[in-house]
């Protein structure tokens, strides 16, 4: 069966990868004490939970396990709750000047007091998913490692590379693909895992692409899940022995058999956030 290490050699380009990098500290039980700030409403306050409430659930369940966050001293906690490993939690104190050493940092209101603009014009200019709107709006954020300026000159020759993959991916004659699959491959939004992973597959067996999907609300970032269709049910369960068969960044977080309307079975896949922009990979 082929694997994906010899087919990550074919692709695009040296592009940015976004990588998972930094010490992973243990959230400090101390909590920082930060500037004062007016008394929030009860309403306000029921709105922030909630907040942190979806942000937690959404981490826990799309970022992949051991990425290094920064957090506020209830949102770190909310992160607990919901699952996340302690060791992979950074606390904000009240001396820190900036986020570097993660990978992901949530900003809460306090974050973003506390970094001001810097937050996403120097350290952290990709948005992977937003919770709530206005001020106790909670945004998660990627780190890039060299900086916001680096990875700007980086997003177009990254999205060219994917509608080039996308193209060749179309011209496959093992490829059918419905409208909506076609268009976000030719506008570049589809995770350079799932093209590589998916040129992989059809190297091996007839792939129907029904849709590409993602969850990853209020934020515009490739998509980094799919529904995969096959002509016979034999070819579904070749399909999840590939996907099984992977290695290491290219094997999906998640993949099944699912129905899906009008009695249809498909194979769903999806990888974590937040993932790569380019087609290099790690």
């Given at each position: 069966?082929?694997?994906?290490?010899?087919?990550?050699?074919?692709?695009?380009?040296?592009?940015?990868?976004?990588?998972?990098t930094g010490p992973r500290t243990k959230a400090p039980a101390a909590r920082p004490d930060y500037a004062a700030q007016s008394?929030?409403?009860?309403?306000?306050?029921?709105?922030?939970?909630?907040?942190?409430?979806?942000?937690?659930?959404?981490?826990?369940?799309?970022?992949?396990?051991?990425?290094?966050?920064?957090?506020?001293?209830?949102?770190?906690?909310?992160?607990?709750?919901?699952?996340?490993?302690?060791?992979?939690?950074?606390?904000?104190?009240?001396?820190?000047?900036?986020?570097?050493?993660?990978?992901?940092?949530?900003?809460?209101?306090?974050?973003?007091?506390?970094?001001?603009?810097?937050?996403?014009?120097?350290?952290?200019?990709?948005?992977?998913?937003?919770?709530?709107?206005?001020?106790?709006?909670?945004?998660?954020?990627?780190?890039?490692?060299?900086?916001?300026?680096?990875?700007?000159?980086?997003?177009?020759?990254?999205?060219?590379?994917?509608?080039?993959?996308?193209?060749?991916?179309?011209?496959?004659?093992?490829?059918?693909?419905?409208?909506?699959?076609?268009?976000?491959?030719?506008?570049?939004?589809?995770?350079?895992?799932?093209?590589?992973?998916?040129?992989?597959?059809?190297?091996?067996?007839?792939?129907?692409?029904?849709?590409?999907?993602?969850?990853?609300?209020?934020?515009?970032?490739?998509?980094?899940?799919?529904?995969?269709?096959?002509?016979?049910?034999?070819?579904?369960?070749?399909?999840?022995?590939?996907?099984?068969?992977?290695?290491?960044?290219?094997?999906?977080?998640?993949?099944?058999?699912?129905?899906?309307?009008?009695?249809?079975?498909?194979?769903?896949?999806?990888?974590?956030?937040?993932?790569?922009?380019?087609?290099?990979?790690?």
């Amino acid at each position: 069966m082929l694997v994906l290490s010899a087919v990550a050699a074919m692709v695009l380009g040296a592009l940015v990868t976004l990588a998972f990098t930094g010490p992973r500290t243990k959230a400090p039980a101390a909590r920082p004490d930060y500037a004062a700030q007016s008394t929030p409403s009860a309403s306000q306050l029921q709105i922030a939970q909630a907040n942190r409430h979806q942000a937690a659930a959404w981490i826990a369940t799309q970022v992949l396990p051991g990425t290094d966050i920064e957090c506020d001293i209830l949102m770190c906690d909310a992160l607990q709750a919901a699952g996340v490993s302690a060791g992979s939690l950074l606390v904000m104190q009240g001396t820190t000047q900036d986020p570097l050493g993660v990978s992901v940092v949530v900003a809460t209101p306090a974050v973003r007091n506390q970094f001001g603009s810097r937050l996403a014009s120097v350290y952290a200019p990709l948005l992977l998913a937003q919770f709530g709107s206005g001020p106790e709006r909670i945004e998660i954020l990627y780190v890039a490692p060299d900086g916001a300026a680096t990875f700007d000159q980086s997003l177009a020759p990254d999205r060219a590379a994917r509608i080039t993959a996308g193209e060749q991916l179309l011209t496959n004659k093992h490829v059918r693909a419905s409208a909506a699959a076609r268009n976000a491959l030719l506008a570049g939004n589809v995770d350079p895992r799932l093209l590589i992973t998916l040129s992989a597959l059809a190297g091996e067996m007839s792939v129907r692409l029904v849709a590409f999907d993602d969850s990853s609300p209020g934020a515009a970032v490739p998509l980094r899940g799919a529904e995969l269709g096959a002509s016979a049910p034999v070819g579904l369960s070749a399909m999840m022995a590939f996907l099984a068969a992977q290695q290491s960044s290219y094997k999906p977080s998640q993949f099944g058999k699912v129905e899906i309307a009008g009695g249809q079975w498909v194979v769903t896949v999806q990888y974590d956030a937040p993932g790569w922009m380019g087609l290099k990979g790690p």
